[in-house]
């Protein structure tokens, strides 16, 4: 079917009103969740394909994410749907006040590879909660992925309601030339430019999920083992290939060795070794040459072995790394792993502001002073003190950028308010009517 008419039947289901109904969303949600369940195996060997990822890293990245949203927009669509009403104030007594969230209508949702699951059905299922038709692209990149989120979806869903466009930048282009309520995209920094432009020409909202260089800084007051093993896990989780992974290390000199063989001593118990099937690959020779040209071999600490067959990049420690070198220059978005040292903490805090706002910061440290500062003089998406990666798993915190690292946020309620239109409603009552509003006037009534 053409993209066009695909757009176009969405827009005459969303008119039927079908999809506002609570019954109806929970019906298809369920069903979702069902097929996930029902599927899990094929999705598994998908991913397998595309970059060697596991089913445990699956489950617990990706598949459990999306169930984990199911079952909350199942428990509290009544609630979140529910008109709220607010006060009224006595310029508009006599009457009551109401916020009635509504859906958009038909949105899209442009998914990225790394996460190729997580990333296209969390916003699908929060859009559809929400009560919108919707079109998922996902990315090309993730090519089994794509198809089977493709197969399982558009044989069980009609296509007016929920559909999965498979394409790359072409189709996307052309995608993009379509009219949509909401654009949902996950992505790059530059890409998300090209969205936020095309749905301009429409005037369409955008939630731009981007990415950016986020840092991890290491005081001399932070617990060291746990600093070291938790930041080992969230680098080289999907190896390094995670929008909120720490990008880079900013380690307080005078504990900067004794880090330093922690790091180490986390890298090897963990074993990512070329076999070890608990380490994803890269996804690809693209981005895996422009993985190895950022390791440069006078400031490798540890690792630097690769095996371009295999697209196994051994986890690889750089240190002496200051702002300048090119590591230092893009999101790195692989095993990568540069250490930056300070000997002053607020100085360091300056040199992150100087630089594009990243999607996430981290800090580990025991010293409250330093906590405040890092909380109340970043300005990131989100992020954690004493751990990485882990506030994406509370959907009671949004998750979303800000600046170059994205506009807009999701998950859990937040997600549901991304899909929704905020419709406001006075109702008045028919009498109790203030005489001074209207004409003609007098200087009496303005001394009221
Ligand atoms: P990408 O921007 O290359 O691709 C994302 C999507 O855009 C894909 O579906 C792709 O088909 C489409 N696309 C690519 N080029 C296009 C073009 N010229 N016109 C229209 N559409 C186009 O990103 P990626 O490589 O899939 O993902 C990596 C980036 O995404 C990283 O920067 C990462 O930090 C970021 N990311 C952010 C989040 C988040 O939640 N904030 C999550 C994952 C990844």
């Known amino acids: 079917m053409e993209i066009q008419e695909i757009v176009a039947k969405q827009k005459d289901f969303f008119k039927t009103q079908q999809t506002k109904n609570i019954k109806f969303r929970k019906m298809y949600l369920e069903k979702l969740k069902d097929l996930i369940i029902k599927n899990e195996n094929l999705l598994y060997e998908a991913i397998h394909k595309d970059f060697g990822k596991s089913a445990f890293d699956t489950f617990t990245t990706e598949i459990s994410f999306i169930l984990n949203d199911i079952d909350f927009y199942l428990k509290n669509l009544k609630s ?26 038909n949105v899209l949702v442009i998914g990225a590879w790394n996460y190729p699951y997580q990333l296209s059905i969390s916003p699908v299922v929060a859009a559809l909660a929400a009560g919108n038709c919707c079109i998922l692209k996902p990315s090309e990149i993730a090519e089994n992925t794509m198809k089977i989120m493709a197969e399982i979806i558009n044989t069980n869903f009609p296509p007016e309601y929920l559909y999965v466009y498979e394409g790359g930048v072409d189709e996307t282009t052309v995608i993009l030339k379509q009219k949509f309520d909401k654009i949902f995209f996950t992505g790059s920094t530059k890409v998300g430019k090209i969205v936020y432009q095309a749905a301009a020409e429409n005037l369409t909202p955008v939630t731009l999920e981007l990415g950016g260089k986020s840092p991890a800084i290491i005081t001399k007051d932070a617990d060291f083992e746990v600093a070291a093993k938790r930041i080992v896990w969230g680098k080289f989780l999907n190896a390094g290939q995670t929008c909120v992974a720490p990008d880079y290390l900013l380690v307080e000199e005078s504990i900067q060795e004794q880090f330093l063989e922690l790091l180490r001593k986390y890298i090897k118990e963990f074993n990512y070794l070329p076999d070890s099937d608990h380490y994803t690959r890269i996804i690809n020779e693209r981005n895996f040459d422009r993985l190895i040209k950022m390791i440069n071999k006078d400031k490798i600490y540890f690792g630097g072995n690769w095996d371009r067959e295999k697209l196994y990049i051994e986890p690889t420690v750089l240190t002496d790394v200051n702002w300048n070198d090119a590591v230092m220059q893009e999101e790195i978005f692989g095993p990568i792993l540069p250490v930056i040292s300070f000997t002053n903490y607020n100085i360091v805090l300056n040199e992150i502001l100087e630089h594009e706002k990243p999607l996430a910061a981290y800090l580990f440290t025991n010293n409250s002073e330093e906590k405040d500062n890092f909380k109340n003089k970043l300005s990131f998406g989100g992020g954690c003190i004493n751990d990485v990666i882990m506030h994406l798993g509370n959907d009671n915190l949004p998750f979303g950028g800000v600046g170059n690292s994205g506009i807009g946020n999701y998950h859990g309620k937040f997600g549901f308010d991304t899909f929704s239109h905020q419709k406001s409603i006075l109702e008045k009552a028919t009498w109790g009517e203030p005489n001074m509003k209207y004409p003609p006037y007098s200087d009496k009534k303005l001394s009221w």
Do not use: A, D
Request: glycine share 8%.
């Open 80 to 105: 979140l749907s529910k008109p709220k009403k607010v006060s009224t104030n006595l310029v508009n007594q006599i009457g009551t006040s109401r916020i009635l969230s509504e859906p958009l209508g």
